[in-house]
């Protein structure tokens, strides 16, 4: 928390490229949640919970704040995969925006907001449950563990920053 992140080239659901410092500037903050697309039941999960706590946000701040979901396993989160894991959970991605990004891309940005994660020997991925929240300026805010169970906690830090409370 307090880190300043740096400027990432990412590629979204519709394979456009765009860079991260994108979002920053603008006076909204941003929610940055984390997913491998494969993932069986955790990821799926992380995601239905985050968009409910979203859409309940989006009653009250409307368009005041920007989502994007990483999808962090390079070797099989495509764009393609990326559009198809996204679409189970939004059908418009204008403030709610999936992405993925080379290796090298990837593990600097989920190193440098501390996204833990290991790979098992079967190819799915250990870790974290968590969402960051990005203050408009680009600096890390927040870290929000458990968002599969207490999803307010993630609405209560984006209601601090826009209500100016933080």
Same mark, same amino acid.
């Given at each position: 928390?307090?880190?300043?992140?740096?400027?990432?080239?990412?590629?979204?659901?519709?394979?456009?490229?765009?860079?991260?410092?994108?979002?920053?500037?603008?006076?909204?903050?941003?929610?940055?949640?984390?997913?491998?697309?494969? $993932?069986?039941?955790? $990821?799926?999960?992380?995601?239905?919970?985050?968009?409910?706590?979203?859409?309940?946000?989006? *009653?009250?701040?409307?368009?005041?704040?920007?989502?994007? *979901?990483?999808?962090?396993?390079?070797?099989?989160?495509?764009?393609?995969?990326?559009?198809?894991?996204?679409?189970?959970?939004?059908?418009?991605?204008?403030?709610?925006?999936?992405?993925?990004?080379?290796?090298?891309?990837?593990?600097?940005?989920?190193?440098?907001?501390?996204?833990?994660?290991?790979?098992?020997?079967?190819?799915?991925?250990?870790?974290?449950?968590?969402?960051?929240?990005?203050?408009?300026?680009?600096?890390?805010?927040?870290?929000?563990?458990?968002?599969?169970?207490?999803?307010?906690?993630?609405?209560?830090?984006?209601?601090?920053?826009?209500?100016?409370?933080?």
């Amino acid at each position: 928390e307090g880190k300043k992140l740096g400027d990432y080239t990412l590629i979204d659901q519709d394979g456009v490229e765009f860079k991260l410092s994108e979002y920053f500037g603008k006076g909204k903050p941003l929610v940055l949640s984390y997913v491998y697309t494969t $993932c069986p039941q955790v $990821c799926p999960t992380i995601t239905m919970e985050l968009k409910k706590a979203v859409d309940g946000a989006r *009653t009250k701040y409307g368009k005041r704040f920007e989502v994007l *979901t990483i999808a962090f396993d390079t070797a099989n989160d495509t764009p393609a995969a990326v559009n198809e894991y996204a679409r189970r959970f939004a059908d418009d991605f204008r403030g709610f925006r999936f992405a993925t990004g080379d290796e090298e891309t990837i593990t600097g940005l989920l190193d440098e907001t501390g996204f833990f994660r290991v790979k098992q020997d079967d190819g799915s991925f250990d870790h974290m449950d968590m969402v960051t929240v990005v203050k408009p300026d680009g600096t890390i805010y927040r870290q929000v563990y458990s968002l599969r169970t207490q999803p307010q906690t993630m609405v209560l830090r984006l209601e601090e920053l826009i209500e100016g409370k933080a």
